[in-house]
């Protein structure tokens, strides 16, 4: 059987927080960094209720001084043979 990764949305938005933490970044910062008139994009992101778009994603990488794939949470599953 094959298996292929896929994000874990919880544990990604669970990671984003921790960085942010460790980068002493707070939400009202990177919402500026962004541009965002609201926080809410940010706090999905940290729920794992959405996932930031491949730009925003590289933005937040390099503002909080990690690489794209040091974000990402992934985890592998089992791929379904298609017939």
């Known amino acids: 059987?094959?298996?292929?990764?896929?994000?874990?949305?919880?544990?990604?938005?669970?990671?984003?927080?921790?960085?942010?933490?460790?980068?002493?970044?707070?939400?009202?910062?990177l919402q500026e960094i962004f541009g965002f008139s609201t926080p809410q994009a940010l706090y999905k992101w940290q729920h794992g209720t959405a996932l930031p778009t491949i730009d925003n994603l590289v933005v937040l990488a390099a503002v909080l001084g990690v690489k794209v794939d040091d974000i990402l949470v992934m985890t592998d599953g089992p791929m379904k043979a298609s017939a």
């Open 1 to 29: 059987m094959v298996t292929i990764p896929t994000i874990d949305m919880a544990k990604t938005g669970q990671h984003i927080m921790e960085l942010r933490i460790q980068a002493g970044l707070s939400v009202r910062e």
